[in-house]
């Protein structure tokens, strides 16, 4: 088992930033494969980023991709997603997520292990 717990979600204007943090527990957290997704109001889970276990490939969904940067520190278990330029397409809840494997996935059911997500609203 693996827990993980979001935070650092609020509310931001337009043209802020934000930093969220996961902070896992249990098993290995370098053995995982991390994946941040997020859930807008009436909207079905996207992928936003992932990131492998070594830290040594990253991917991003287009629309975040020169603002979002996602990272990792093994030695303190956690996996953080800085937010630039955030826009009100970018309300909603975000979760991270954990896999086991060789890479990261876009499909949130290829992920093992959830955080309970962490609200993040952008106000034009």
């Known amino acids: 088992q693996v827990q993980l717990v979001e935070s650092g979600g609020g509310l931001v204007q337009a043209g802020g930033s934000l930093r969220l943090s996961c902070a896992a527990s249990?098993?290995?957290?370098?053995?995982?494969?991390m994946g941040w997704f997020r859930q807008g109001p009436g909207k079905e889970r996207e992928f936003v980023a992932g990131i492998t276990w070594s830290g040594g490939n990253t991917g991003y969904i287009d629309s975040v991709k020169g603002r979002f940067t996602i990272s990792r520190d093994n030695a303190k278990n956690t996996v953080d997603l800085q937010m630039n330029s955030l826009n009100a397409e970018d309300t909603a809840v975000y979760y991270c997520a954990a896999r086991r494997g060789s890479a990261w996935r876009r499909a949130w059911v290829d992920y093992d292990y959830w955080g309970q997500g962490t609200q993040v609203t952008v106000s034009s």
């Open positions: 249990g098993r290995t957290f370098s053995n995982y494969n």
